[in-house]
C-alpha cells in the first residue's frame, strides 16, 4: 500500500448542486477540491465578491462576511464531501446544524478574498457527522470551528 493518499475527483459547481438542496443567496461554496477518501478531509471553495446580498447591510462602508457564513460555509463543504464520499442519498433531504463549538475568528474576510475551507469528518454515527474546519485566506487562518450536523428528510 502507498503512503501517498489517493486523491477523489473535484466536485464543480453543478455538482454540489446535486449533492446539496442550497441555492443562491446561501449557496456558500463554489466547488471541492483536494479531496480524500475515508473522513482523511477536503478543501472547499468559496469566491467572496462585492455582489454577495451580505455585504449591501454587513458593512457597506467597510464589506465584510459575516463569522456565521464562513462557518455555514464551512459546513456545506463538509456536508458536500460527505455526501460524495459516502455515496450518501441526499435526494428530498436536507443537512441541518446541530451546534458549533470552539468558532474563531481571527481576520476579516473582505470581497476579492478566496476562501478556502479545510474540512474534516472527527466522528461518523449517521444520521450525525461532526466536523473540525479552518477557513484560510491566502493560507492565513481567518476562521475555525467544530461543528455537528444531522442528514434528515423536511418536515
Same mark, same amino acid.
Given at each position: 500500500?502507498?503512503?501517498?493518499?489517493?486523491?477523489?475527483?473535484?466536485? %464543480?459547481?453543478?455538482?454540489?448542486?446535486?449533492?446539496?438542496?442550497?441555492?443562491?443567496?446561501?449557496?456558500?461554496?463554489?466547488? *471541492?477540491?483536494? *479531496?480524500?477518501?475515508?473522513?482523511?478531509?477536503?478543501?472547499?471553495?468559496?469566491?467572496?465578491?462585492?455582489?454577495?446580498?451580505?455585504?449591501?447591510?454587513?458593512?457597506?462602508?467597510?464589506?465584510?462576511?459575516?463569522?456565521?457564513? *464562513?462557518?455555514?460555509?464551512?459546513?456545506?463543504?463538509?456536508?458536500?464531501?460527505?455526501?460524495?464520499? %459516502?455515496?450518501?442519498?441526499?435526494?428530498?433531504?436536507?443537512?441541518?446544524?446541530?451546534?458549533?463549538?470552539?468558532?474563531?475568528?481571527?481576520?476579516?474576510?473582505?470581497?476579492?478574498?478566496?476562501?478556502?475551507?479545510?474540512?474534516? *469528518?472527527?466522528?461518523?454515527?449517521?444520521?450525525?457527522?461532526?466536523?473540525?474546519?479552518?477557513?484560510?485566506?491566502?493560507?492565513?487562518?481567518?476562521?475555525?470551528?467544530?461543528?455537528?450536523?444531522?442528514?434528515?428528510?423536511?418536515?
Amino acid at each position: 500500500m502507498s503512503d501517498t493518499p489517493t486523491y477523489l475527483d473535484d466536485i %464543480d459547481l453543478a455538482g454540489i448542486k446535486r449533492l446539496l438542496p442550497h441555492r443562491y443567496p446561501f449557496l456558500m461554496i463554489d466547488k *471541492i477540491v483536494e *479531496i480524500e477518501p475515508d473522513g482523511a478531509g477536503a478543501v472547499g471553495i468559496k469566491n467572496v465578491t462585492n455582489n454577495e446580498e451580505f455585504f449591501q447591510g454587513h458593512f457597506p462602508e467597510m464589506p465584510v462576511m459575516p463569522g456565521v457564513l *464562513i462557518i455555514e460555509a464551512m459546513a456545506q463543504a463538509a456536508a458536500a464531501y460527505t455526501a460524495y464520499t %459516502d455515496n450518501l442519498d441526499t435526494d428530498g433531504k436536507v443537512v441541518l446544524f446541530m451546534g458549533v463549538d470552539k468558532g474563531k475568528f481571527r481576520k476579516p474576510v473582505v470581497p476579492g478574498d478566496q476562501l478556502r475551507l479545510h474540512v474534516k *469528518i472527527e466522528t461518523k454515527r449517521p444520521p450525525v457527522w461532526k466536523y473540525s474546519g479552518v477557513a484560510k485566506v491566502d493560507g492565513k487562518v481567518v476562521a475555525e470551528a467544530e461543528f455537528r450536523a444531522m442528514l434528515t428528510e423536511p418536515r
